[in-house]
């Protein structure tokens, strides 16, 4: 069973969030990590680009595959993950820690409507079968 | 997933979207006469019985002497130089010779470290940190620039490319068909008339956003763009740049890496003039190189270079996750192939010629357009037309229709050029002539004979 932290939110497309003020930042699940595999590169949005809830704005390139995310709210991103350039392979390490970006909530109410851990739990369940 | 076959219900619609009543209407540009009719009783009647070998070999003799030899002054995109004999002996072996490139590493080390070798020459003469295996040729190479610059320019909201009258008409064609339908707009640029080249003070001064500005080098007049300026323009407007580029032309002229303060973004390019024959067309096939920032939108396939287990060099295809195979509907591009049997002659070609080779063909031919220039423009009622420096072609007006001293030479068994009246009509009676390191000071000549007698006639 992976890692799911009580205290994130997240989607069914396996990203996480945790919201401080009216920044979220956001990084991809340790299930998803997991079923990604060895990361090898991390495209990461533009600061300033603006994403609505639901747009492609990263993608996540293992040796398996190469794998969009989802901006899981809608916003301005005003920061991003500079070291992940050098070593992706931190998402592997801690997918926790290893966020991807930092985005200023435009519409706040957006992460009350995302998952809590136990339903985001169950769903990395059902996906491993 | 099952294999499932259009439904009557798919076709129609299908038909009906592109405006077709039927799909025999499809095929309405072949002749009726040529087309067979599946309903007929014997529908393979019209095709002719088969001959014997010695037959077939006399039909073919016979119609490559209708072709003569004559002395071609053609260039406009495909160019005749001198390949060593042993460029296509080399190619042809064997272990070489394959319809489609073998790429298992385990079973295909040689013709993946040909490749490599490829990437690695084709990097040092555009000055770029990568290049790919190689694109189906230059006129797509140039749509998949196109394309390319619009995904990698991602500060640029704008899907508008600045494309210079200079570029090769049929290249614009290309891109253009290819690019249309994914809301890429190419605007034309013109060019000074007197130079023959982009008039830097001519480029948009408050310009709308353009994702990026293609430059020919050389243009398709022969003409030497003023790189560095265009260049700079270019990022100080938020666009990239493509160069599209005669390889050859770079064994003497400045590298597109070089090109203004920071280098072009992105190279592509014919690469038929290293060791392809003209052969009626084809097959060529595309260069495409690019920084190492813009690698991961780059297309076509790209050979790496590793250890085994244990720790032997050996090679193998990488950066994969760009392409169809892994990244589905958002992969790079559709082209997944590359033109292996080409690629491998122009490798041996460059790796025979060397860079100090390569040059002197460069400056041969170079020399050779200027004395053909100065042999023609010495014959009166013929001018140049351009005043900037080119490189192996040049454009000359005539007082004459283009097609009929075109056609007089022709019976005088010199292909005297490319007629530029139907692309570029504003040029009056014009003429793209070239000449390569394959002409001497008597061919020259014996072209400004032939034409002054049919000017004179």
Request: net charge negative; with cysteine.
């Amino acid at each position: 069973m992976s890692n799911v932290p009580a205290e994130l939110k997240y989607t069914k497309s396996h990203e996480w969030v945790s919201v401080d003020g009216d920044v979220a930042t956001v990084g991809i699940t340790d299930h998803a990590q997991d079923l990604l595999g060895d990361m090898v590169f991390i495209e990461l949005p533009d600061v300033g680009a603006t994403f609505s809830k639901g747009d492609d704005c990263a993608v996540v390139e293992s040796v398996k595959a190469a794998s969009d995310v989802y901006s899981p709210v809608s916003g301005e991103v005003v920061e991003v993950n500079e070291d992940l350039a050098d070593s992706p392979e931190s998402v592997n390490n801690d997918a926790y820690t290893a966020w991807l970006f930092k985005i200023k909530l435009s519409d706040a109410s957006e992460v009350d409507e995302m998952l809590d851990a136990a339903t985001y739990s169950g769903v990395a369940a059902d996906d491993s079968h | 997933m099952p294999f499932v076959p259009h439904t009557e219900e798919d076709i129609r619609a299908m038909l009906g979207a592109i405006g077709v009543d039927s799909i025999d209407d499809l095929f309405d540009e072949i002749p009726a006469a040529l087309r067979y009719d599946l309903n007929e009783k014997n529908p393979l009647a019209l095709v002719p019985d088969g001959m014997p070998e010695s037959e077939v070999a006399r039909l073919m003799r016979g119609r490559a002497d209708d072709d003569g030899s004559p002395s071609c002054f053609i260039g406009a995109g495909a160019y005749e130089h001198h390949i060593p004999a042993a460029v296509w002996e080399i190619t042809t072996r064997g272990e070489f010779y394959s319809a489609y490139t073998p790429y298992q590493a385990e079973a295909s080390q040689g013709t993946l470290q040909l490749l490599y070798e490829f990437q690695t020459m084709m990097a040092s003469l555009t000055g770029m940190d990568v290049s790919n295996g190689s694109l189906y040729d230059g006129a797509s190479g140039l749509a998949e620039a196109v394309l390319m610059a619009v995904r990698a320019n991602r500060k640029s909201k704008s899907k508008r490319i600045l494309l210079p009258r200079t570029t090769h008409p049929h290249y614009r064609k290309t891109a253009n068909t290819i690019v249309k339908n994914q809301g890429i707009t190419l605007e034309e640029l013109d060019y000074d008339r007197e130079g023959g080249h982009i008039d830097p003070a001519s480029l948009p001064d408050e310009p709308g956003d353009f994702a990026a500005l293609v430059i020919p080098y050389p243009n398709f007049f022969g003409v030497l763009e003023e790189v560095d300026a265009l260049t700079d323009w270019a990022h100080s407007h938020g666009a990239l740049v493509i160069a599209v580029v005669n390889p050859l032309a770079l064994g003497l002229l400045k590298s597109p890496a070089q090109w203004g303060d920071k280098g072009a973004d992105i190279v592509c390019g014919e690469g038929q003039p290293l060791g392809v024959p003209m052969a009626s067309g084809g097959p060529y096939y595309g260069l495409m190189c690019c920084k190492q920032a813009l690698v991961r939108q780059m297309p076509g396939r790209i050979v790496g270079r590793t250890v085994d287990l244990d720790g032997k060099a050996g090679y193998t295809l990488t950066l994969q996750a760009r392409e169809q195979h892994i990244r589905r509907s958002k992969a790079t591009s559709n082209i997944c192939t590359n033109q292996g049997l080409m690629v491998t002659a122009s490798t041996i070609h460059m790796a025979l010629l060397g860079a100090e080779g390569l040059k002197k063909v460069a400056a041969q031919s170079h020399a050779n357009k200027q004395e053909l220039v100065e042999g023609l423009t010495a014959i009166e009622g013929v001018q140049n037309v351009f005043n900037r420096p080119a490189f192996h072609e040049a454009v000359i007006q005539l007082e004459s229709p283009v097609a009929d001293v075109l056609n007089s030479l022709a019976e005088n068994n010199i292909l005297g050029g490319y007629s530029l009246v139907e692309d570029y009509p504003e040029l009056g009676n014009a003429l793209l002539v070239c000449a390569t390191e394959t002409k001497n000071s008597t061919d020259i000549k014996d072209y400004a004979e032939k034409l002054q007698r049919i000017l004179n006639a």
